[in-house]
């Protein structure tokens, strides 16, 4: 996979300068995006319940905090 994320970020009509360096970073650049990935989704669906719950008025103080906790990007 860290080989087409390589060959993706090529430009077009260019030659790939191959080295495991690059191969290497494309791996690493691969495994932020699967993270980045994750905490957007995880935020979304969290998002989601909240307004949710905010819709049908079921939320308490101690829900809304441990929701607000609990979010990745949470300030502290």
């Known amino acids: 996979m860290a080989f087409r994320y390589l060959c993706m970020t090529?430009?077009?009509?260019?030659?790939i300068n191959?080295?495991?360096?690059?191969l290497k970073a494309s791996e690493k650049a691969l495994h932020?995006?699967?993270r980045i990935f994750i905490n957007v989704r995880d935020v979304l669906q969290k998002d989601y319940l909240f307004q949710t719950l905010l819709k049908h008025g079921s939320l308490c103080f101690f829900?809304?905090?441990v929701m607000i906790w609990t979010c990745p990007g949470h300030l502290t």
């Open 10 to 15: 090529a430009r077009y009509r260019t030659r």
């Open 18 to 22: 191959f080295t495991f360096t690059s």
């Open 32 to 34: 932020k995006l699967r």
């Open 63 to 65: 829900r809304v905090y």
